[in-house]
């Protein structure tokens, strides 16, 4: 199967925007992540740790009878960036 890609038009279809980060109170998070915790009323702004967004994620998600894929991708999404930033390896 030989395809052909436009380049050009793939990269102008890319969202960087929702990517670029954010320091929050010293807290480093994506448009997007901020952009749903926004929508879901998550008081991030008011943490002094990406645990702490954690929590309130999680504990929104328990409280819901539906998981939002949204939430729970950002909630990974902050996890691993915890994991990494804060974890002795």
């Avoid at 969202?15 to 954010?22: G, L, R, T, Y």
């Avoid at 998070?29 to 943490?47: H, P």
């Avoid at 929590?55 to 991708?73: A, P, S």
């Amino acid at each position: 199967m030989d395809r052909e890609f436009d380049i050009d038009r793939l990269v102008g279809e890319m969202d960087f925007e929702s990517n670029k980060f954010n320091n929050i109170n010293g807290l480093m998070l994506t448009n997007r992540e901020v952009e749903v915790l926004d929508r879901y009323n998550i008081n991030y702004k008011s943490c002094t740790t990406l645990k702490e967004i954690i929590f309130q994620i999680e504990d929104l998600i328990q409280d819901m009878d539906i998981v939002e894929e949204d939430l729970d991708y950002i909630s990974g999404t902050i996890s691993e960036r915890d994991y990494y930033q804060n974890t002795n390896k």
